[in-house]
């Protein structure tokens, strides 16, 4: 079945250090999805990318869909300790399916 | 809007007792689902349902049943409880399913212990 590899697992930063993670699947994507959940709460969903090599930008926040729609990343710039938290990537296999798969998570910490 | 609500937030199980995690949406959105959370193993699809009277299997199915009666509710039933299903179980709901999944909305999740 689909699988959704995600790495790192853990990346601890300075503050003002910049993180990336980096989200492969198994499968062709149709879309590709970004949540992030703070320490005790639930996911909340923060960007979907659709097109082949898409970009798109929140703030310090960049996302990338790769071209070949198999894989995707998150680059947070000069972070800060509100950004702590878990980063995942979750996607659909192309063709309509309808199982959003998940990979394991990227945990952020950052020190002050 | 109260968004995605499940019931109870906390609960302990002995081996083999059942008992049904409470999931409702007030969004009326179509797609509904069940994810368990694990440490080290991110969010794990059960099951899930593309509308009112349907619903099918996902990647970790066994042990547990679901159903969708109204579009509002989903609930999750464990029919025997095993130290296994020991986990925090987050329900999420979108609007459809149309090129992919699209985004969901999590509620605050259900914590629950099996001894």
């Known amino acids: 079945g689909q699988q959704v590899m995600q790495i790192p697992q853990y990346q601890h930063v300075q503050e003002g250090e910049d993180f990336t993670t980096y989200c492969n699947s198994s499968?062709?994507?149709?879309?590709i999805q970004w949540y992030k959940q703070r320490p005790g709460g639930h996911p909340v969903f923060l960007i979907q990318?659709?097109?082949?090599?898409e970009v798109k930008k929140q703030k310090r926040l960049t996302f990338q869909f790769g071209e070949a729609k198999k894989n995707s990343s998150l680059h947070i710039t000069a972070t800060q300790t509100t950004d702590v938290g878990t980063y995942f990537c979750?996607?659909?296999?192309?063709?309509?399916?309808?199982?959003?798969?998940f990979g394991k998570g990227t945990k952020l910490t950052v020190n002050p | 809007n109260a968004g995605v609500t499940q019931t109870p937030k906390f609960q302990v199980l002995k081996t083999g007792q059942s008992m049904t995690l409470q999931c409702a949406q007030d969004?009326?959105?179509?797609?509904m689902s069940w994810y368990r959370q694990d440490p080290g193993m991110g969010l794990r699809l059960i099951h899930y349902?593309?509308?009112?009277?349907?619903?099918d299997q996902g990647e970790v199915p066994n042990g547990y049943n679901v159903s969708r009666s109204t579009t509002e509710d989903f609930p999750l039933r464990l029919l025997s409880a095993a130290p296994s299903q020991t986990s925090v179980y987050f329900c999420?709901?979108?609007?459809?399913?149309?090129?992919?999944?699209?985004?969901?909305?999590f509620g605050n999740g259900t914590r629950l212990t099996v001894t």
């Open positions: 999420a709901s979108s609007y459809s399913v149309g090129q992919g999944v699209l985004p969901l909305h």
């Open positions: 499968t062709t994507l149709s879309n």
């Open positions: 990318l659709v097109k082949s090599g």
């Open positions: 979750a996607g659909s296999s192309q063709g309509g399916s309808e199982k959003l798969v």
């Open positions: 969004m009326n959105h179509e797609y």
């Open positions: 349902s593309v509308g009112a009277g349907i619903t």
